[in-house]
C-alpha cells in the first residue's frame, strides 16, 4: 500500500531524499514533466487537457514531504545522544520511544529513568527534551561515534497497520496521507482541464519553507494545499466541538494561523462535494498552518484553499487516520478540479 511505504519512509525537515525519490519513482510515468529545484521541492506537471489556450490555467496542489522528528545535537562521554527537536512535537509523546538515527537507520530508544526512582513531585512534572537522551546501546563516545554523527536526524520507528473500522496508524501521516493523495490524483483520468502542478514540498514544518519558493516559480492561478490535519475528536471535559472528526470526509479549511482560504475555492469544494454526495466536513477555523499560507502570497497573490485527511495524534510518533476520508480527499479532489473551469472569468 503506497501510504505505508510512505508512511514508514524517513523524511525529515531538510531530509526528505528518501520519500522524494519514492514518490518520484511513482509518479516519473503519470507526468509530463518533473524537476527537483534548489531547496529539493519535487515540481510535477500533468499537461491539460485543452491546446486552445496561450496559456491554459495553472493549479498547483502541494503536500509537504517533510515530517517532525529530532536531531542529534551532542554525543555524551557516556555514549548516549544528546537531541533537538525537528517541528512541532509534545516533550510528553516522547519518553522511551524507538527511533532510528541517521540515515543507516541505526536503531535507539530515548530514554527514561524507571518509576521506582521518581521522587514524589517528579512524577507529576513533564520531562523536557534537554533531560533526554537516545541510548543506542553503546557506552562510550568514541563507539557512538562509529554509528552516529551529530547533526544525524532522530525518525520515529513506527510500523503501518491496519486497525478495527477503516482505520490505519503510522507515523508521519501529516503529511504523507496528503502526499499519498496527490500521487492518487495524478494516477487519475487522463488529463483535468487545466494544467496541473502537484508539488511536493519540503521544510513546512519549520515554517512553510519549500511552499513558498515552488509557489514563486509554479505561478499558480489557483492553489490547494492537500494536509494531515489535526483531529482531536475524543471524550472531553467540556462539551466542545473538536477540530475534525476521523470518517467524517476531507476537512475544508476556512481560516487557520496562515492564511484566510478563498471563499470561491471553498465554495466551489462545498457545491461539488454536495452534488456528488461525498462526504466533507469544515476544520475548526484558526488551528495550525499549512502551505497555503505561504503559497497564497506568492508573487501578487494565488487563491488559495486546504483540504486535509483529519489525523489523531498529530506530531506524536503514531497517528490514526481513517482510509474513508482518505479517498474522500481524492475523490472529491478530482471532481473539483473538473468543475474549477466555472470560476474563470469569461473572455
Ligand atoms: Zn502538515
Known sequence: ?????????????????????????????????????????????????????????????????????????????????????????????????????????????????PIHLLKEKERHQVVETDQMYIDIGTSSKEETERAVKRGDYVAFATRFSRLEGGLVKGKAFDDRAGCAALIELLRGRGSYPSDLYGVFTVQEEIGLRGARVAAYAVEPDYAFAFEGTVCDDLPKKKDLSPTTILGGGAAITLADRSFFADKRLVKLLVETAEKNGV???????MVGATDA??????????????????????????????LSDFENLVRLMSLALVALPTLWPSP
Request: aromatic share 2%.
Open 279 to 285: 462526504p466533507y466536513q469544515f476544520k475548526q477555523p
Open 293 to 322: 499560507g505561504r503559497i497564497h502570497l506568492a508573487r501578487e497573490g494565488v487563491p488559495s484553499v486546504a483540504v486535509a485527511v483529519p489525523c489523531r495524534y498529530i506530531h506524536s510518533p503514531v497517528n490514526i487516520l481513517s
Open 1 to 113: 500500500m503506497l501510504l505505508q511505504s510512505l508512511s514508514e519512509a524517513c523524511g525529515l525537515s531538510g531530509n526528505e531524499a528518501e520519500v522524494r525519490n519514492l514518490i518520484l519513482k511513482e509518479v516519473q510515468g503519470l507526468v509530463d514533466e518533473h524537476r527537483i529545484d534548489s531547496l529539493g521541492n519535487l515540481i510535477t506537471l500533468k499537461r491539460c487537457s485543452s491546446t486552445g489556450a496561450a496559456r491554459p490555467r495553472r493549479v498547483m496542489i502541494a503536500a509537504h514531504m517533510d515530517e517532525v522528528g529530532l536531531m542529534v545535537t551532542h554525543i555524551e562521554k557516556s555514549g548516549h545522544l544528546r537531541f533537538s527537536k525537528v517541528g512541532g512535537l509534545d516533550d510528553r509523546t516522547l519518553l522511551s520511544k524507538v527511533v532510528l538515527v541517521g540515515n543507516d537507520r541505526v536503531p535507539g530508544v530515548i530514554g527514561a529513568k
